[in-house]
């Protein structure tokens, strides 16, 4: 009798933990469906809002980082919007190596680019506090592809 019992409680802790991982996926599913929907005007105000909390920014910074933060929301909503596109055409092929290059190439000159403008525009005291913030931000990134194998949820 003890057996069975034993084998009952393992079995319900089992299943319990296994449950835990939907929830979270779908809160996190969830929560980057919330932000698609904001439009470009709206995601480079949130972002300039964070970023006014987090390096406490004078109120010119603001102006030219919400600039900024404005163009990069409207080149990444227009790419969303171009995927959304492909997607519901059903042309989803994988893309050649030559295009994989290109896109990378894309995406980190505007990496370079974003950095140097914000250099330009921070003191070295908040320019050093948000590089920081931003390689913590990639090393949950990293984490997340150890955890669960790439996949974007």
Same mark, same amino acid.
């Given at each position: 009798? +003890?057996?069975?019992?034993?084998? $009952? ?40 809002? +964070? ?17 900024? %933060?404005?163009?990069? $929301? ?5 790419? !969303? ?6 997607? $519901? ?14 896109? !990378? %190439? ?12 914000? +250099? ?30 790439? +996949?974007?949820?």
């Amino acid at each position: 009798m +003890k057996k069975i019992v034993i084998i $009952a409680v393992a079995f319900l802790a089992l299943h319990a933990t296994g449950q835990e991982g939907g929830k979270n996926r779908g809160f996190k599913q969830e929560s980057g469906k919330r932000m698609a929907d904001f439009s470009a005007e709206e995601m480079a105000s949130l972002q300039t809002k +964070k970023m006014t909390l987090h390096l406490d920014l004078t109120a010119s910074q603001q102006t030219k980082i919400q600039k900024l %933060n404005l163009e990069n $929301a409207t080149r990444r909503k227009a790419m !969303m919007e171009a995927r959304k596109a492909k997607k $519901a055409s059903g042309k989803t092929e994988k893309l050649s190596k030559e295009e994989r290059l290109e896109m !990378m %190439n894309t995406r980190l000159d505007n990496q370079i680019a974003r950095k140097a403008e914000l +250099k330009t525009i921070l003191n070295p005291g908040q320019f050093e506090k948000w590089e920081k913030h931003q390689d913590m931000n990639r090393k949950k990134g990293k984490n997340h592809k150890k955890r669960f194998g790439g +996949k974007r949820q």
